[in-house]
């Protein structure tokens, strides 16, 4: 079986920063791309942002320029650095891993629980 823990949520006035982190544990025998989504009340689940085991990096076009993705694979991590807050970054942030847990076996989608990012008007 396999977590995905995130920590990093909280309140924060716009334009302030927040990191969010996310790690990964249990039967892990690799990682392939991890990421962000998030979700506000009343909206579906968007991306935010996703990097590769080899660290391309994708985002979602609301957050270019201000949130950063990274990860750190030794320690089966992914980051999200949030700057420049906004009100509407208000959201459930979710991390997802593709993990094989086993060599050879198909990777399979996991989530986290999520944390709440709050930027007040």
């Known amino acids: 079986q396999v977590q995905l823990v995130e920590s990093g949520g909280g309140l924060v006035q716009p334009g302030g920063s927040l990191r969010l982190s996310c790690t990964a544990s249990?039967?892990?025998?690799?990682?392939?791309?991890m990421g962000w989504y998030r979700q506000a009340p009343g909206k579906q689940r968007g991306l935010v942002a996703d990097?590769?085991?080899?660290?391309?990096?994708n985002y979602a076009d609301s957050v270019k320029g201000r949130f950063t993705i990274g990860r750190d694979n030794a320690k089966n991590t992914v980051y999200l650095q949030m700057n420049s807050l906004k009100p509407e970054d208000t959201a459930e942030y979710y991390c997802?891993?593709?993990?094989?847990?086993?060599?050879?076996?198909?990777?399979?989608?996991?989530w986290g629980k999520g944390t709440q990012v709050t930027v007040p008007t």
């Open positions: 997802y891993g593709d993990v094989s847990p086993r060599l050879g076996t198909t990777p399979y989608h996991y």
């Open positions: 249990g039967t892990i025998f690799s990682i392939y791309a």
């Open positions: 990097i590769a085991s080899g660290g391309s990096t």
